[in-house]
């Protein structure tokens, strides 16, 4: 299919995680041919834009991914708030609406899973910082399917407990620095 | 139970041969549903019951009664009272008060679950003045959860959530005039559940019941594939009189469908659509 992504890039985050990620959307060359997958907790009541204005901001391909959307290269999708987000066998988006994974939805766990489960070792996963335990068993997955993990270094985490905790389950994730992040999405392609 | 789901897996390919064996033993055909999410609902009954996936199969062709306990399981039944409360204000100043002329108004609410918006649609219709006029069916196709909206009785615990979201659609009104409390229970007023019907009804194989002026199915077609959406959505179109309503979750829209050159569009953001030809 034209444009579609043979490979996809996930980014988890929670408390103290948005800098980094803004960050790391600057950093990203003008053109690439992956997708890049961002779930970020936030609270279902307060409908954010951070979508479209980081889209006009960076101008970048930047949106809420859609229910029933293709998942195509050079762009970056959002889990929308109050969904878990899926990936179908064929390579499209889907929303679902049950029950939140360590209180949280979207949940890392879900959509890490879900990605590793189609893209196998074209997937690879970033988690970042967070106050709870969510996203260890997404990143346990990813590595599992033959994908590549990272978990940015606790020290440089504003909150350290989901990258400390996703370290201790996951002997084979790369710890990384920010600096090391942000490079490694400057040089995709 | 949070950490459930990630201890079981099955492939695509074993949930396929599933969805098979349903649709040999009953009358469910799971086929047209989104496979992720399905998948994940499966592995969690696995999960709950402790079960491999031949132990799965083998219950569902050879214990009695599985295959209903199954799909009980496998429905998502998430639902709030005044969940997405701008959702019922628009009610109010975008289709009642276009509806409110009509003799009669037939209101299906299609995946009602455990019926919170069942009863969320008949206070809007109190408060409107319409509920003489007016009729609710409620129909899903999980029988148990019919039982509960039948009783109109909820824990107390989420009834918090259900008064800040009517707090949020009508702040004029208390919400506690529209239940009586009784130790951990909310009970909804009587009055509220006079003008409605709950029955099954499986929008992936069931047909035309009634003719309505308005149809409200939110978070149901996300499970949903292209194909079975399009079933649904045509089912939902000859359901309709002409002008009736469809209202849908907000991450759910028509544009993917040949059928919505039949509707205008009420509301972009809650997904609001009046039938026009």
């Keep these: 299919m034209l444009g579609a992504a043979e490979n996809v890039i996930l980014i988890g985050g929670s408390a103290g995680s948005y800098d980094l990620i803004i960050q790391i959307l600057k950093a990203l060359p003008a053109y690439f041919t992956c997708a890049i997958i961002v779930v970020i907790h936030r609270n279902s009541k307060y409908e954010t834009q951070i979508e479209s204005s980081l889209s006009s901001q960076l101008e970048k391909n930047i949106e809420s991914a859609q229910d029933k959307g293709r998942i195509k290269q050079n762009w970056i999708y959002f889990a929308p708030p109050g969904y878990h987000l899926l990936i179908e066998p064929n390579k499209t988006f889907s929303l679902d609406q049950s029950e939140p994974i360590q209180f949280s939805r979207p949940s890392i766990d879900v959509t890490f899973e879900s990605v590793a489960d189609v893209y196998g070792d074209k997937a690879s996963a970033f988690l970042l910082s967070g106050a709870n335990q969510d996203g260890s068993n997404g990143i346990a997955h990813v590595l599992r399917n033959g994908g590549q993990a990272f978990v940015q270094n606790p020290a440089e985490s504003k909150m350290d407990v989901m990258t400390k905790y996703a370290i201790s389950q996951n002997e084979n994730a790369l710890i990384c620095d920010n600096k090391k992040i942000i490079q490694y999405f400057s040089t995709i392609n | ?277």
């Design chain 2, 1 to 277: 139970m949070d950490q459930l789901n990630s201890n079981v897996n099955i492939s695509f390919e074993e949930l396929e041969d599933l969805i098979y064996l349903m649709k040999n033993v009953s009358d469910y055909d799971l086929s047209g549903y989104t496979k992720t999410s399905l998948k994940r609902r499966v592995q969690r009954i696995m999960a709950l019951e402790k079960m491999d996936y031949m132990d799965l199969k083998n219950a569902v062709v050879n214990v009695e009664g599985f295959y209903n306990y199954f799909i009980q399981e496998i429905t998502v039944n998430v639902t709030e009272m005044f969940r997405d409360p701008e959702f019922y204000s628009l009610l109010t100043t975008e289709v009642f008060s276009y509806l409110k002329t009509f003799p009669k108004i037939k209101i299906w609410s299609a995946g009602c679950a455990t019926g919170e918006e069942v009863y969320s649609l008949s206070i809007v219709l109190k408060e409107n003045n319409l509920t003489d006029k007016s009729f609710i069916y409620g129909t899903d196709i999980n029988s148990q959860v019919l039982e509960t909206a039948k009783k109109g009785i909820y824990p107390i615990k989420k009834v918090k959530n259900y008064t800040e979201n009517f707090n949020i659609y009508n702040s004029n009104e208390e919400f506690s005039t529209y239940y009586t409390a009784m130790y951990d229970a909310a009970i909804i007023n009587h009055d509220l559940r006079k003008n409605m019907l709950f029955s099954i009804h499986n929008l992936a194989t069931d047909n035309v019941f009634n003719e309505f002026q308005l149809i409200v199915c939110r978070n149901v077609l996300i499970y949903f594939d292209l194909e079975l959406q399009k079933r649904v959505f045509t089912l939902f179109y000859e359901s309709l009189c002409l002008f009736g309503f469809l209202c849908l979750g907000p991450k759910e829209t028509l544009y993917n469908h040949e059928v919505s050159k039949k509707f205008r569009v009420v509301n972009k953001t809650y997904n609001i659509y009046q039938k026009i030809k």
